[in-house]
Every structure is written in structure tokens, then in C-alpha cells.
């Protein structure tokens, strides 16, 4: 069976801060930080992914699955944790995954400059394959990951 979680989507239209409101959650944030409910996740702090990057968006998926990526490539120790979070302003869709692997946001990825509120955690989202996991975080560690920075 082929997974189509993040299958191209050929009626895309671009999210940007002037349409965001016609984007359904819930929406999601993957790290290995520990949170709690009322927390909100902010910019200017350093990437989960490469910690001489100090981020000037906050990023986040209406896709557990997705966010469930980021959370389990994040540096750091701890265990993945996937938040169901509400944005607190506009937000746009995320370019570094938006039309650069398949046409439109196929991951359902978005950033933000405002912040995110924390309103739970999910216990458990569909994993990606070991092996993928491995291959990717070689691919970043060689300055390839460009779907993840």
C-alpha cells in the first residue's frame, strides 16, 4: 500500500498571512522540549536542527505525521513529543518544504512570526521507518537536508 500522507496537492493555493483564516486545523509542533498546556512556542530562539540558526519563523504542520518528523530529527535528548498548538497570528505556508520535493504543501507545513499555543500533546502519530530517519539525519549532518533548516 503506498502512503500518500504528503501527496502532492493539485488544487493548492498558496497560504499566506492575507488567506490564513481559511486554513482548518488542528495544527501540530514536533520537539523533544517538554511542555505544557498554556506554553507558547516562540521565534528567536536556536533550530531544533542546527543550533548556529536562530529562527525567525515558528514552524509548524496541520499533519501529526509531519510534525512527528521534525520532533524525532530535533537535536537534543529527551523524547519526541508531538503538541496540538493554535497559531496566534497570520502564518504562511512553510517555503522551505512548499513547491521544492512536490507541487504545493503537500506536508500541510506552515510559519509563523507569532506565537503558538500549546493546547496538548497527542500520545501516539504514525512513525516513519527507522532506516528513513537514519538516511535523512545523514543527509543533514552532510548540509543536504534542505527540506529540514
Known amino acids: 500500500m503506498q502512503d500518500d500522507t504528503f501527496a502532492p496537492d493539485h488544487d493548492w493555493t498558496p497560504v499566506s498571512a492575507g488567506?490564513?483564516?481559511?486554513v482548518a486545523g488542528p495544527f501540530y509542533h514536533g520537539t523533544k522540549a517538554a511542555l505544557a498546556p498554556g506554553d507558547l512556542l516562540t521565534a528567536g530562539f536556536q533550530s531544533n536542527y542546527d543550533h548556529?540558526?536562530?529562527?525567525n519563523h515558528i514552524y509548524f504542520a496541520a499533519i501529526a505525521k509531519g510534525a512527528g518528523?521534525?520532533?524525532?530529527m530535533a537535536r537534543g535528548s529527551g523524547r519526541p513529543r508531538v503538541y496540538v498548538v493554535v497559531p496566534m497570528g497570520d502564518f504562511e505556508d512553510d517555503p522551505n518544504v512548499t513547491n521544492k520535493k512536490f507541487p504545493g504543501n503537500p506536508t500541510r507545513s506552515y510559519r509563523s512570526r507569532h506565537p503558538l499555543k500549546v493546547v496538548g500533546e497527542i500520545d501516539s502519530w504514525e512513525r516513519f521507518d527507522p532506516e528513513f530517519l537514519k538516511h535523512l539525519r545523514e543527509r543533514v549532518a552532510a548540509g543536504m537536508g534542505e527540506i529540514i533548516n
Do not use: P, Y
Not at 69 to 72: M, P, Q, R, S, Y
Open 19 to 22: 488567506n490564513c483564516d481559511r
Open 52 to 55: 548556529s540558526v536562530v529562527m
Open 69 to 72: 518528523l521534525a520532533a524525532e
